[in-house]
Every structure is written in structure tokens, then in C-alpha cells.
Nanobody, 114 residues
Framework: QVRLVESGGGSVQAGGSLRLSCAASGSVVSISVMGWYRQAPGKQRELVARISRSGSTNYADSVKARFTISRDKNTMYLQMNSLNPEDTAVYYC??????????WGQGTQVTVSS
């Protein structure tokens, strides 16, 4: 079992920045990939970025060059720059374990006003 706790969401004006954190606890040695997903009202949840245990990353096209995912031991971060209203969503932390299980955090709201 892996427990994930997100923090760092909030409200910001367009062009601003926010940094999200996700702290993992529990069976952290079983974590393979960690990632951030987001879900805007009326839309499906989508991948924002993810990072493997080895440090390889991939990003959604919509956030490339603006967002940076990083990982330090059992904490994952998402630095979000040049935010725009289309980035408004609930952001969720996710982990995938080597045994194929998925765990989700409770989500943190990010609101970007124009």
C-alpha cells in the first residue's frame, strides 16, 4: 500500500507559477513510476507528466517547456510556470508499482485566472 499526499495547489493569475508536491509513504520501495494527472470540470483525467525511478520523464504536449517534474527520494514535485487558464484543474498524484498497482492522492486544486 502506498499513501500519497499532495500539497501546493492554489489560485494564481495567468503567467504565474505554482509548485506542487506529492509525498509518498508506505511501501515506497515498490514504486516504479510517479506521475501527475489533472482533471478539469467536464473533462477526462489526463496525464500531465511522469517520472520513472531512473529519472526519465515525459510530458503532455500542452505543458512541455512550461512544467518540470522532479523526484527526490519519496517526494515528487511539479514546477508549473507560465500558467494559463487552461491549466485550471484538480491535480492528482499517481504512483504505479512494479507489481502493477496504481495509487492516487486526494487531489489539489489549481485555479488560474485571466
Amino acid at each position: 500500500q502506498v499513501r500519497l499526499v499532495e500539497s501546493g495547489g492554489g489560485s494564481v493569475q495567468a503567467g504565474g507559477s505554482l509548485r506542487l508536491s506529492c509525498a509518498a509513504s508506505g511501501s515506497v520501495v515498490s514504486i516504479s513510476v510517479m506521475g501527475w494527472y489533472r482533471q478539469a470540470p467536464g473533462k477526462q483525467r489526463e496525464l500531465v507528466a511522469r517520472i520513472s525511478r531512473s529519472g526519465s520523464t515525459n510530458y503532455a504536449d500542452s505543458v512541455k517547456a512550461r512544467f518540470t517534474i522532479s523526484r527526490d527520494k519519496n517526494t515528487m514535485y511539479l514546477q508549473m510556470n507560465s500558467l494559463n487558464p487552461e491549466d485550471t484543474a484538480v491535480y492528482y498524484c499517481n504512483t504505479a508499482t512494479y507489481s502493477g498497482f496504481d495509487f492516487w492522492g486526494q487531489g489539489t486544486q489549481v485555479t488560474v485566472s485571466s
